[in-house]
């Protein structure tokens, strides 16, 4: 049978089904993306196979790996299944680890770059090993269901994360047809929607207890401890005391400089330090080592991201998560102080107002945020030894 296609139609088709004989066809979506299918029959059953993309595998390749695959069929052997055996096909496990690779240099930090692994080795396990190509909608289903309502957010984040890994899949002609893991139309008719389940929030010590928590805290003499102390006492997440570097330490003026890849918000953010936590600084500063001032064991990294988790274990505090002490944070400020809340809400590194709002803020209220961090370790400071200052905001703050 005579061809139909040339290299020239291949690049200018519009969106459409094109063939060009041997039931080898060329796929050109609504959004221009090109690709080439094999359309055969097995067993009495119409079964379609994706020779890859047509970016980058030309007409003449396409049909090569059509004829090839047609001559197998002759054979009494479905293509499908010679090409997953010879290793054609990748498992989810190393498509998720290619696309993870991919993405990494977009991610603002290693924390997120540890979350996607993680998230993907954890609960997409059963995942891994199949060929990608296999993944069905009960296999998503197997994954997301157990945690569905257990750990919303995170079996959001699954989620999203296996849709991506099979969208790339398919984008390099490993899969055909809807992705399984699509929520709108599709995963919307099998689950709750995520807006109806309860969000949990991190347990949170009473702000009231927090100063006897940080005198028994003080008897540790691990980094670990003196890690969570100052995250306590500066109200930041784990993750931006855990990545501080000594050159972000602004000693003499009293003020640590998160940049803008390790923060939410993505917008560099500076903290006022209070004496305190100056005091604990120069403690970690003698025993300096790197670039980190919170060194872990391997050379050139910080302390793992469940240092300070394992300090309240080791402590048996069971009502409390390291996250949580900025709840503890944000409670005592709204209860105890009269700091403003647009003051109290930029100490939490939060965005405030809308945009407008936002582009017209040039300050970041640094001296009203320095008092305001003062009186929040005063508060924390154990009762016995406590250096009393009101907790009423000064004049004009």
């Known amino acids: 049978m005579a061809s139909k296609l040339t290299a020239r139609k291949v690049e200018t088709a519009k969106p459409g089904k094109y063939s060009d004989g041997g039931n080898l066809y060329l796929i050109v979506s609504e959004t221009g993306a090109r690709k080439w299918v094999l359309r055969f029959t097995w067993r009495s059953r119409a079964k379609e196979m994706g020779l890859g993309s047509a970016a980058s595998v030309p007409l003449a390749d396409a049909r090569e790996k059509a004829a090839s695959a047609r001559r197998k069929i002759a054979q009494g052997l ?6 997953r055996r010879d290793g054609g096909i990748p498992t989810f496990g190393e498509m998720a680890d290619d696309v993870r690779e991919a993405l990494s240099a977009g991610f603002r930090n290693e924390k997120h770059k540890a979350q996607w692994k993680s998230t993907l080795e954890t609960y997409a396990a059963p995942l891994r090993a ?12 197997t994954v997301l269901k157990p945690i569905w309502t257990t750990k919303a957010e995170t079996a959001s984040r699954v989620r999203g994360r296996i849709e991506k890994v099979l969208d790339a899949a398919k984008a390099k002609g490993f899969r055909e047809g809807e992705n399984p893991a699509r929520w709108r139309g599709h995963l919307d008719h099998l689950l709750p929607r995520p807006s109806k389940l309860a969000r949990g929030h991190h347990a949170a010590m009473p702000y009231d207890d927090v100063a006897s928590f940080i005198a028994s805290l003080r008897e540790r003499e691990a980094d ?3 890690a969570l102390e100052l995250c306590i006492l500066t109200a930041a997440r784990s993750g931006e005391i ?6 972000e330490i602004d000693f003499e003026k009293k003020i640590w400089t998160v940049p803008a890849a390790r923060m939410k918000a993505g917008r560099e953010h500076r903290v006022p330090l209070s004496s305190r936590a100056i005091a604990i600084l120069h403690q970690l500063e003698k025993l ?6 919170f060194a872990g064991q391997t050379r050139n990294k910080p302390l793992s991201n469940m240092a300070m988790e394992m300090v309240l274990r080791r402590m048996k505090v069971e009502e409390a998560t390291v996250h949580g002490f900025r709840s503890s944070f944000r ?6 102080s009269s700091f403003p809340r647009e003051v109290v809400e930029t100490a939490l590194a939060h965005v405030i107002g809308d945009k407008a709002e936002q582009a017209y803020r040039r300050s970041d209220a640094l001296e009203k945020r320095r008092r ?14 406590i250096n009393v200052v009101s907790l009423r905001a000064p004049h004009g703050a």
């Open 78 to 83: 479905n293509p499908i299944d010679v090409r």
């Open 288 to 293: 300096k080592a790197g670039d980190f001032v």
């Open 130 to 141: 199949k060929p990608v190509d296999t993944i069905a909608t009960d296999d998503v289903l």
């Open 242 to 247: 855990l990545g501080m570097r000594w050159s």
């Open 372 to 385: 305001l961090m003062e009186a929040w370790a005063n508060y924390c400071e154990p009762r016995a030894n």
């Open 331 to 336: 409670d005592w400020a709204g209860n105890v």
């Open 224 to 226: 670990s401890a003196l």
